[in-house]
Nanobody, 121 residues
Framework: QLQLVESGGGLVQPGGSLRLSCAVSGFRRYTLDYYGVGWFRQAPGKEREGVSCISNSGGSTFYADSVKGRFTISRDNANNMVYLEMNSLKPEDTAVYYC???????????WGQGTQVTVSS
């Protein structure tokens, strides 16, 4: 059972930046190298949506159209960390952001508890 802990959320003005971190722990046999990682978000009254994901090797990334060019996902497999750099933040980016890891060997996936991001003047 993996544990994911997000951090870095907060209140920021429009146009500002935040860097979210996700610390992954609890590995027994397979390290973070065997997991694809994604960031999702859920705004009040809306369904959870995918924001960005990165392959287990880090060689492939995906971004939702709404964040393309503003957000950057990265990972540090050696330290079991995943990041989401968010720039030019907009009020519509306000949501709880969740980290997710999915095994490349099977259907296992794990979620963090989420971190609140609020973009407001």
């Amino acid at each position: 059972q993996l544990q994911l802990v997000e951090s870095g959320g907060g209140l920021v003005q429009p146009g500002g930046s935040l860097r979210l971190s996700c610390a992954v722990s609890g590995f027994r046999r397979y390290t973070l190298d065997y997991y694809g990682v994604g960031w999702f978000r859920q705004a009040p009254g809306k369904e959870r949506e995918g924001v960005s994901c990165i392959s287990n090797s880090g060689g492939s990334t995906f971004y939702a159209d709404s964040v393309k060019g503003r957000f950057t996902i990265s990972r540090d497999n050696a330290n079991n960390m995943v990041y989401l750099e968010m720039n030019s933040l907009k009020p519509e980016d306000t949501a709880v952001y969740y980290c997710n890891v999915r095994s490349v060997l099977g259907p296992r996936e794990y979620w963090g508890q989420g971190t609140q991001v609020t973009v407001s003047s």
